[in-house]
């Protein structure tokens, strides 16, 4: 027989290979059959493969039957069947544990999607080039720059590359993050 020590930590290791997987393992602990079921997609991992058109059925009529366990999973449903000999403690902790775990597998897919921003200005910015300011200029011709020692060039006569702000002064572009 199987505890619920040991049942998380099968769950556990499936979740890190797949939601397929996890899904079977919840299955196979429980002795029975499990189906994740997307309301538009309908079924997305079934274990077995033919108990896909039940729980599809339990979803989304919302089946009463005392034997199933529906949980919502990350805009899901999770369906467990299991087994009558199964203690209802094992079916209940591996529905639970499953439902977590296919909530943090979704969580980190959507991490995983969104994209990286440095910086995107909200639509009603105004994104902006500051230019660095000028020393007054003077009508005489300017002497040619001297090497310095150091090898650097010349902070007075080296043109700076335009700065970005984006937002205002109070808002510099780039951010590291958002």
Same mark, same amino acid.
Do not use: D, F, K
């Given at each position: 027989m199987t505890t619920e020590t040991e049942a998380v930590r099968r769950l556990m290791a499936a979740a890190a290979r797949s939601g397929a997987e996890l899904v079977a393992e919840a299955a196979v602990l429980v002795d029975g059959w499990a189906v994740l079921v997307d309301p538009l997609a309908g079924a997305v991992h079934s274990t077995p493969a033919n108990a896909a058109g039940r729980g599809v059925h339990a979803a989304l009529t919302a089946e009463t039957d005392p *034997?199933? =366990? =529906?949980?919502?999973v990350a805009g899901a449903v999770l369906v467990i069947h299991p087994a009558e000999a199964t203690p209802a403690r094992l079916?209940? *902790?591996? @529905?639970?544990?499953?439902t977590a775990l296919l909530d943090i597998r979704a969580r980190r897919? @959507?991490?995983?999607? *969104?994209?990286?921003? *440095?910086?995107?200005? &909200?639509?009603?910015?105004?994104?902006?080039?500051a230019r660095p300011t000028s020393r007054p200029?003077?009508? @005489?011709?300017?002497? &040619? &720059?001297?090497p310095r020692s150091t090898g650097s060039p010349d902070p007075t006569t080296?043109?700076?590359? &335009?700065?970005?702000?984006? #937002? #205002?002064p109070s808002d510099p572009w780039p951010h590291p993050t958002h």
């Open positions: *034997a199933l =366990l =529906l949980r919502p079916a209940n *902790a591996v @529905a639970r544990t499953t897919a @959507a991490e995983m999607q *969104a994209p990286e921003i *440095a910086c995107t200005p &909200p639509p009603s910015a105004s994104c902006y080039e200029r003077s009508s @005489a011709p300017r002497p &040619p &720059p001297t080296t043109p700076r590359p &335009p700065t970005r702000h984006c #937002g #205002g």
